[in-house]
């Protein structure tokens, strides 16, 4: 028999009247476990679900990789690119690779009775991936492109329609100016909202063989090359193995490749989504502090009211470490409770709010409508764990106060 896990399950579900301060003690210690692991839990809940909306929306509009001139700038009037087919082969056949999508870009002015506004035309084919735009469809559907004539169907977001009073099959005239200004009308097709506001603004999807005549480029003539890969996380590694495999490669124009990452592409808004783990850690250390502290007190409050049990148990001939472990034992009860009702309180809000949205956030600061939450099994359980063995372990140190009990002095003790 385990004498000492015995002993503290005795103590830990007997029912002890006499011991009043203890009781409320205990109380606070669980409820401390559980207050501090249910912020944990929605904290990273809350962080990883910012991230994956905030990452994901700007994925849906450039992708994880693109491809283009070595020698473009950082507008969106971009010189044309010839992509081969084997260097497209190439690019499907890396390891990570998912799809792969061409584009087109044209920058221009829409302009109706009432309003104008800049805006950036995205030239999109047949092979586009409509998913996410889809998933953020309000109004009408995607565009109906064919490999024949060029389509003069758009797909704008809320943004745009609300700023120039545009619904579905409404039309409007675009204008880009170049050597001489042409114009030209196209007709919403749909209207997307993503709440991205410094996208949702700025591109207009339109058909491939329209943007590629306002640039008066050649049909296989493209801005660049979108490259979309399995997992998020193999981003820097797909991302050298697309760039050895451009890198000193050249169109049949003569022009050089580029590859860049979207971390590349946006490093600000990156480097800004990267604070958030700063904040994560921080209040991560908070709530142990807390937490253990509180359980620290409670442990103390159990040995000083346990004081003459402890004299009897060392004039039997009790180790000091024995008795430690009691009191470790009843802690671990204690703590065990504690992340019980930690895990049923946070996981609760957290798919409450999930699938809800009780909570709203302002879409124009916070680029979502609602606070977003991701349950991520794995950090869910290292949280518990590392909860369990952290609290533990913190108790380790003031269990010592025991070896400082003289058993004759606490036999007397009341």
């Known amino acids: ?135 953020n469809m309000v109004e009408g559907k995607p565009l109906a492109t064919t490999d024949t004539a060029p389509s003069n169907q758009v797909v704008i977001s809320k943004k745009i329609a609300d700023m120039m009073h545009l619904k579905t099959h409404d039309s409007f005239i675009a204008y880009f100016i170049q050597d001489r200004i042409k114009a030209k009308k196209f007709v919403v097709s749909g209207i997307y909202s993503t709440n991205f506001g410094q996208y949702d603004k700025l591109f207009i999807l339109a058909d491939i063989k329209a943007v590629q005549r306002l640039n008066e480029w050649q049909p296989r003539e493209v801005s660049g090359m979108e490259i979309t890969i399995d997992d998020f996380n193999q981003l820097d590694s797909v991302g050298d193995r697309v760039y050895t495999k451009v890198a000193n490669r050249f169109d049949e124009n003569g022009a050089p490749y580029y590859s860049q990452t979207i971390k590349d592409i946006n490093p600000q808004l990156f480097a800004w989504l990267g604070l958030f783990d700063m904040n994560v850690w921080v209040i991560l250390g908070l709530m142990m502090a807390v937490s253990g502290f509180v359980m620290i007190s409670g442990l103390l409050i159990l040995i000083l009211e346990r004081t003459n049990m402890i004299g009897i148990l060392k004039a039997l001939g009790s180790t000091n470490w024995m008795i430690r472990k009691i009191f470790l034992y009843h802690s671990c009860f204690l703590i065990g409770k504690g992340m019980l009702l930690g895990n049923l309180i946070g996981l609760s809000f957290c798919l409450i709010q999930k699938y809800t949205g009780l909570i709203p956030l302002d879409a124009t600061n916070y680029y979502v409508s609602s606070v977003p939450i991701l349950l991520n099994i794995p950090s869910i359980i290292a949280l518990n764990v590392g909860v369990f063995l952290l609290s533990t372990f913190i108790l380790v140190a003031p269990s010592y106060l025991i070896t400082k009990i003289n058993p004759a002095a606490a036999i007397r003790y009341e």
């Open 1 to 135: 028999m385990n004498l000492p896990f015995f002993i503290a399950k005795r103590i830990h579900f007997g029912s002890d009247n006499k011991l009043r301060v203890s009781k409320p003690a205990v109380r606070i210690a669980m409820w401390g476990i559980a207050i501090g692991l249910a912020v944990m839990i929605i904290t990273v809940a809350i962080v990883l679900g910012f991230k994956q909306e905030v990452r994901n929306k700007v994925v849906g509009f450039g992708s994880h990789i693109q491809i283009t001139r070595f020698d473009n700038n950082s507008t969106y009037e971009m010189r044309p690119l010839l992509i081969s087919d084997s260097m497209e082969n190439a690019l499907k056949g890396i390891r990570g690779v998912k799809h792969i999508q061409k584009f087109v870009t044209k920058a221009g002015i829409i302009k109706t009775e009432d309003d104008f506004q800049g805006v950036v035309f995205k030239g999109v084919d047949r092979q586009f991936d409509w998913k996410f735009f889809t998933q």
